[in-house]
């Protein structure tokens, strides 16, 4: 499996590239502001072919350039249903404060747009990739998740040792040490507490989350020292009385 990923843009939006292998076809996650010349960079030096972008949430530091990229490969978008009137109206996601950062510049929808649906499985790029509502940073905030082999030979793999790592791809639901901020339009701070612990404090301690801002984690580091996460141990348990905004991004 390759991942690989950067961060782009003046809100340092993590962007990733995801494929079974170099050589193969790939799928996009989040290019925000700026990322256009990495991901093709990437892709040349990968030797990759892109099939899809794949859209955590519809804030615009995490879709700047989806239109861009998608045209010129002649390849859909996916998002929520929820977040995809904020890719031709970023403004509405933004609030006042925030309003600054759209100016005078138009935004507009890919040429082709697919809608997530919670729960489902979505294949691409020879990768089973799972797609999980999140509420509460945006209303259509997803989680996407994927297995990754470990390139271990059974007999050469310790007792209990998984034969698969499932990797997250978080956007701003979760981060290292922190959580989303719900203090834009369509955020909830409970919701979002809540979808933490109905989507993501179930999953083995040994996951990795890969966010939308900042390093890669596990759920294990999250559960045992994520500040916004004390006393949170089972679905629908969230008791957290944190202040509503999270330390990254929009």
């Known amino acids: 499996m390759l ?4 961060a782009a843009g003046m809100f340092q939006t993590n962007c990733y590239l995801l494929a079974s ?11 925000g502001q700026d990322a256009a010349p990495r991901v093709r960079e990437l892709l040349a030096e990968h030797d990759l072919t892109p099939v899809a972008v794949l859209l955590t949430h519809g804030h615009l530091d995490h879709t700047w350039n989806a239109a861009e990229l998608c045209d010129e490969h002649s390849i859909p978008a996916y ?8 890719l031709a109206d970023p403004g509405m996601g933004l609030g006042r404060a925030l309003e600054s950062v759209i100016g005078s510049l138009e935004f507009r929808e890919p040429e ?13 790029a020879g990768i089973r990739i799972s797609v999980d509502l999140a509420p509460g940073h945006t209303q259509g905030s997803v ?9 271990v030979e059974p007999a050469e793999r ?5 034969e698969v790592v ?33 989507k993501l404090l179930p999953l083995p301690d040994h996951t ?43």
């Open 3 to 6: 991942i690989t990923g950067f």
């Open 21 to 31: 292998e170099a050589g193969s076809e790939a799928v996009i996650i989040d290019p």
């Open 79 to 86: 998002i929520h249903p929820a977040d995809r009137p904020m």
């Open 112 to 124: 082709k747009v697919i809608d997530f649906a919670d729960g489902e499985d979505v294949d691409l």
């Open 143 to 151: 989680l996407l998740g994927i297995e990754v082999p470990i390139e």
């Open 158 to 162: 310790a007792p209990g040792t998984p």
């Open 166 to 198: 499932p990797v997250c791809f978080s956007g701003d639901v979760l981060f290292a040490g922190s959580i989303g901020r719900t203090d834009l339009p369509g955020g909830d701070h409970q919701q979002l507490l809540d979808s933490i612990g109905d």
């Open 208 to 250: 990795q989350v890969l966010p939308g801002h900042g390093p890669q984690t596990s759920i294990g580091a999250e559960r045992a020292s994520n500040p916004f996460l004390a006393g949170m141990s089972t679905p629908g348990s969230s008791t957290s009385d944190t202040v509503k905004k999270g330390r990254f991004g929009l």
